[in-house]
């Protein structure tokens, strides 16, 4: 799949500023299929000059006979997109759209290592962002639109190699219980919830969904505290809309447990296990989930919802504790 814009650039005819219109005419006329040509000057600096402007120009009624003699640069686009070969594809993309009405369907410049590189025309550019998002869609979540694990296990690897990074572990507690009770369509949305709580509050960073229940977000740096205390805190708001009175005033379900025995099972709750190399360096990705996997036994034997990290809580909300509707 390509991903940078060079990838798909093909190359294309270049002539100075000074070169007759007539030259830039027989260019066009030899090759029909030739969409644009690079007007390059003595500095190396590129412009476009597309087929459709060339002959709007000259195929006025005194257009003719005005331009051909004279030189190209009276008809370029001073003002191109000019983009570099390393440039993603979606990114061009949004520039292109960008533009005004008038130079929307011109090509784009591409330069690499400071000179003409190549074009791509609109229709190479759009075609190649429909086979991003495709073969992207392969490798996103369907219920939430995130990432997967493919692309989870690419930033692992990538995060142990930062300087800083903070790899947070965030799953429901009691979630099979609540699925089986209020069925799998509240399920959904209350997976669907908690992923639109996480965007909030995670929108930089890399935010994936393993699946299930289970989500991992990935920062470069370690100021993760005030953000699981926010994710806790609007999580245990928004939790009341998914249960009815009853279950809300006893804060249990009745439903398996663990162990297999039919008894009262705690409202679902959300943890947080955080990773960091601020005090303990980490050379594989394997090291940190087995890390995670440890932290996120200490969340589990917490009642609540709860963010744990280098062996202290960062936040907790135990939650209102009742019983049969007292307290």
């Given at each position: 799949m390509f991903t940078k814009i060079g990838e798909i650039a093909e190359s294309i005819p270049s002539v100075t500023p000074d070169t007759p219109c007539s030259f830039v005419n027989a260019l066009f006329k030899e090759n029909a299929k030739l969409e644009g040509i690079a007007v390059v000057d003595g500095n190396g600096h590129p412009q476009l000059l597309m087929r459709s402007r060339f002959y709007q120009k000259i195929g006025t009624q005194y257009g003719y006979n005005l331009?051909?003699?004279?030189?190209?640069?009276?008809?370029?686009?001073?003002?191109?997109?000019?983009?570099?070969?390393?440039?993603?594809?979606p990114e061009v993309s949004?520039?292109?759209?960008?533009?005004?009405?008038?130079?929307?369907?011109?090509?784009?410049?591409?330069?690499?290592?400071?000179?003409?590189?190549?074009?791509?025309?609109?229709?190479?550019?759009?075609?190649?962002v429909a086979d991003i998002r495709a073969e992207m869609a392969i490798f996103m979540n369907p219920l939430t639109g995130l990432p997967g694990n493919r692309i989870i296990e690419d930033r692992l690897h990538q995060s142990v190699r930062q300087e800083f990074f903070s790899v947070l572990y965030i799953d429901l507690?009691?979630?099979k219980t609540y699925n089986d009770s209020y069925g799998f369509k509240m399920g959904d949305e209350l997976i669907q919830t908690t992923a639109n709580l996480l965007r909030k509050y995670f929108a930089d960073d890399f935010l994936g969904h393993i699946g299930g229940d289970d989500f991992i977000a990935i920062l470069s740096h370690h100021d993760f505290e005030p953000m699981c205390r926010q994710v806790i805190k609007e999580f245990e708001k928004q939790k009341l809309e998914f249960y009815n009175e009853e279950?809300?005033?006893?804060?249990?379900?009745?439903?398996?447990?663990?162990?297999?025995?039919?008894?009262?099972?705690?409202?679902?709750?959300?943890?947080?296990?955080?990773?960091?190399?601020?005090?303990?360096?980490?050379?594989?990705?394997?090291?940190?989930?087995?890390?995670?996997?440890?932290?996120?036994?200490?969340?589990k034997s917490t009642p609540g919802s709860?963010?744990?990290a280098d062996d202290e809580v960062v936040a907790?909300?135990?939650g209102v504790q009742t019983l049969n509707g007292k307290k």
């Amino acid at each position: 799949m390509f991903t940078k814009i060079g990838e798909i650039a093909e190359s294309i005819p270049s002539v100075t500023p000074d070169t007759p219109c007539s030259f830039v005419n027989a260019l066009f006329k030899e090759n029909a299929k030739l969409e644009g040509i690079a007007v390059v000057d003595g500095n190396g600096h590129p412009q476009l000059l597309m087929r459709s402007r060339f002959y709007q120009k000259i195929g006025t009624q005194y257009g003719y006979n005005l331009y051909m003699g004279r030189p190209v640069r009276l008809l370029v686009n001073n003002q191109p997109l000019v983009v570099d070969y390393e440039e993603p594809i979606p990114e061009v993309s949004i520039r292109a759209m960008s533009r005004s009405e008038e130079e929307l369907y011109e090509g784009v410049i591409v330069t690499k290592d400071g000179g003409l590189y190549g074009a791509v025309s609109i229709r190479s550019l759009l075609l190649a962002v429909a086979d991003i998002r495709a073969e992207m869609a392969i490798f996103m979540n369907p219920l939430t639109g995130l990432p997967g694990n493919r692309i989870i296990e690419d930033r692992l690897h990538q995060s142990v190699r930062q300087e800083f990074f903070s790899v947070l572990y965030i799953d429901l507690d009691h979630f099979k219980t609540y699925n089986d009770s209020y069925g799998f369509k509240m399920g959904d949305e209350l997976i669907q919830t908690t992923a639109n709580l996480l965007r909030k509050y995670f929108a930089d960073d890399f935010l994936g969904h393993i699946g299930g229940d289970d989500f991992i977000a990935i920062l470069s740096h370690h100021d993760f505290e005030p953000m699981c205390r926010q994710v806790i805190k609007e999580f245990e708001k928004q939790k009341l809309e998914f249960y009815n009175e009853e279950d809300w005033l006893n804060q249990y379900v009745m439903g398996e447990s663990r162990d297999g025995l039919y008894t009262r099972v705690p409202l679902t709750s959300i943890s947080i296990a955080v990773v960091t190399n601020r005090s303990r360096s980490y050379r594989h990705m394997d090291e940190v989930v087995e890390e995670a996997t440890r932290i996120k036994k200490i969340c589990k034997s917490t009642p609540g919802s709860v963010s744990y990290a280098d062996d202290e809580v960062v936040a907790h909300s135990p939650g209102v504790q009742t019983l049969n509707g007292k307290k």
